[in-house]
């Protein structure tokens, strides 16, 4: 695992408006920066009924996600393959050999291990979309980086670029579940999955743009993955909501690789899953996950994942 960890950006420092009370929950954020969530988490991106038809369309949302370390475990205590790798694989019919959520162990400097859950970063100053010759990857108007496979020749030109190793090539044809053309494949649900194209963590714009978790989350057993709107400053891990800025600036949240002026948007709270039991001297690895036909993922007739309830273990939206 890269060395290259730096100290966290101030929340400060990240550039997004900040409308504390605009989703109705902040205010009840007290001073532990938290409160439980119930059963809807945030919003999703419709327009305010009061918009003026007029005016150029502004996003609602600018995503961004924090995973806790101190949370994450690897699922080790519960004997378990990683459960949010499970989620993403049945959500997204990931192809046999792929992770777009990747598990990594980590030797830490101060001498113990953690694991550490790699996504794409959906990097502000995304280094892939700069190289892409056809523009197939790009930013939609809420952060996530995206890939148009009608448009991907396949050159692999953005997986040279991208410094976090999280983008895959499909060598050959993957398998996709039966009923994949009804999918209606977006860039934000790359489903069917086609040969020849580079694939990778969508950051679930499919699910975000509902206000719906990343289905990563929701599968986290031990609530480790928060999605954050920077523009309401406001996060959830489907457990509790929190003050977004006060989380990562109290929590010594770091980004990786903050030296190459990437910009990520995922935050890393440091730990070793103490929070559930893991020891500093560990030596328990991760089991190995099982992929979407293992799963048993299928496509309802609406041609929308229906995730096995063995991939769904954490928050319920
Ligand atoms: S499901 Fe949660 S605890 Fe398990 S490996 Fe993933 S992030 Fe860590
Ligand atoms: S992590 Fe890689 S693929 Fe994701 S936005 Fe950054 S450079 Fe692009
Ligand atoms: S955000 Fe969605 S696409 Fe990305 S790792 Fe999580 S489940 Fe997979």
Known sequence: MDSAREKTTHPSGVSRRRVLGGLGIA?????????????????????????????????????????????????????????????????????PGQEW????????????????????????????????????????????????????????????ACPYGVRRFNWGQPPNPEGASLANYTPEYPVPHRKGTVEKCMTCAHRTKEGKLPACATACPMFAI???D??????????????????????AAYRLKEELGTRPRVWYIPGHGQDYGRTVDSTVAAKT????????????????????????QGASN
């Open 289 to 312: 996950p099982r992929n979407w036909q293992e799963l048993g993922a299928t496509l309802d007739s609406n041609g929308m994942p229906v995730r096995p309830s063995s991939s769904t």
């Open 27 to 95: 205010a009840a954020i007290g001073a532990t920066g938290a409160v439980p969530v119930a059963a809807s988490l945030l919003p999703s991106a419709t327009k305010t009924a009061n918009a003026q038809e007029s005016e150029p369309a502004q996003p609602t949302h600018q995503w961004a996600m924090a995973i806790d370390l101190r949370k994450c475990d690897g699922c080790t205590t519960i004997d378990q393959a990683p459960k949010c790798v499970e989620g993403c694989n049945a959500e997204h019919f990931v192809p």
């Open 230 to 251: 920077l523009n309401s400053d406001v996060g959830t891990n489907g457990k509790e909501i929190v003050k977004f800025s006060r989380f990562i600036g109290t929590n």
């Open 101 to 160: 959520i990747e598990i990594l162990q980590v030797d830490d400097p101060g001498g113990y291990t953690s694991f550490m859950p790699r996504i794409c970063n959906a990097c502000e100053n995304a280094p892939c979309t700069k190289v892409c010759p056809v523009g197939a990857t790009y930013h939609d108007p809420e952060g996530s980086v995206l890939i148009n496979h009608d448009k991907c020749i396949g050159c692999r030109m953005c997986m040279a």
């Open 226 to 228: 928060y999605l954050a």
